[in-house]
């Protein structure tokens, strides 16, 4: 069925201007993560071979003996490298090694570019997103599908709520969150080696990562492709994968929660303590964000800006949030005086903690990078 599916779409004036530019090599190298891949994965690296990338690296995940067959057939094309893993890790496994191999092996590779081996991303859009990689060699390259016709529901679904959710968490609005189809440049492709993530949400975490760095994204619109009405070929699994994913996206407000709780609690001891109700608001907001600052910046916003630039600005927000949830106190302790104090400040914190959140993503935490290139 795939090369049906690669010769249907691939039009003349596409092939025209493949084999006359195909000469002309690439300064990136191709990389395919595999797992208990079909035969056809070589016919489709066949034709990827004939755009002149500087390799193929092909990472089979622990597909075992009974597929070492179809990697024979793989190793057989020129300019095809194929590393292996003993055991299955995991499509983030597979791309973070394929990532590091081409690293090394490769240091004249201006970037990267990573598609699936099941077929779903057709030659000449891989060769499109390597192109606008080549080209703009700082940026995120994000070959996207359009989701305008039928489409498997796990996909459908699992993309709409992924990009809202992104959205949010990251304040970066993007069509396709879930593409595999994807050009990294070098210089984030090393800091993507870092990322412990081993499944599928090791694709959301470069997205978050590459947002906190600073790099734009450019989504490249490509062929929608699916083998079957189910998607069956594709070893995501609707609700496991999708838990990991959500569960990373968690992990950005999970800190910036603990710091609100850990604020609330020092607060309400203040007022056992007898401390007057402005100097509680002052003692809980010095030792509840400022306690987890390292945190906010090493593990959930990963700025790169100069430490006394970030410090400056968060000791503005909690100035700024303190004044704030004060006067929202206030105003509750005035419409509701028989509810607890330790009500009034959970709930003013509760209302203000969305806007503290995006305050802290886009201004605080912001990257020079970002603000440099924004400008």
Known sequence: MLPILIGKNCSAHFHHRFFSQHHMPLSTVLIVPAYKPTPALALLLREMSLFSFLAIVVVDDGCGADYEPVFDAV????????????????????????????????????????????????????????????????????????????????????????????????????????????????????????????????????????????????????????????????????????????????????????????????????????????????????????????????FVFHSIQPNAHVRSRFLTLIIFSGLVSYGIMLVLMSNFPHCHTFFHKALSELILFPLVFMIQRDWVFKSADTIKRNS
């Open 75 to 298: 190793r057989a094309i020129p300019g095809v490298h194929v590393i292996r893993h003993a055991v299955n890790l995991g499509k983030g496994s597979a791309l973070r090694t394929g990532l590091n191999y081409s690293a090394a092996m490769f240091p004249e590779a201006v970037g990267f570019v990573t598609a699936d081996a099941d077929g779903q991303h057709l030659p000449q859009d891989v060769f499109r997103v390597a192109e606008r990689l080549e080209t703009e060699s700082n940026v995120l390259v994000l070959g996207s599908r359009q989701f305008s016709t039928d489409i498997p529901w796990r996909s459908w679904f699992g993309n709409q709520v992924t990009r809202k959710t992104l959205h949010w968490f990251a304040g970066w609005g993007l069509r396709d969150t879930q593409t595999g189809l994807r050009g990294i440049p070098r210089s984030l492709a090393l800091h993507l080696l870092r990322i412990p993530a081993r499944g599928y949400e090791f694709e959301l975490e470069m997205l978050t990562l590459a947002r906190q760095l600073g790099y734009a994204a450019l989504e490249v619109d490509i062929e929608t492709v699916y083998l079957d009405a189910d998607n069956t070929c594709s070893h995501f699994h609707p609700v496991r994968d999708s838990f990991k994913i959500y569960r990373t996206m968690l992990r950005f407000c999970y800190h910036s929660a603990m710091a609100m709780g850990i604020e609330v609690l020092i607060f309400d001891c203040c007022l056992h303590l007898a401390f007057p109700l402005w100097l509680a608001q002052i003692v809980g907001k010095v030792f509840g964000p400022l306690g987890l600052y390292s945190a906010l910046l090493e």
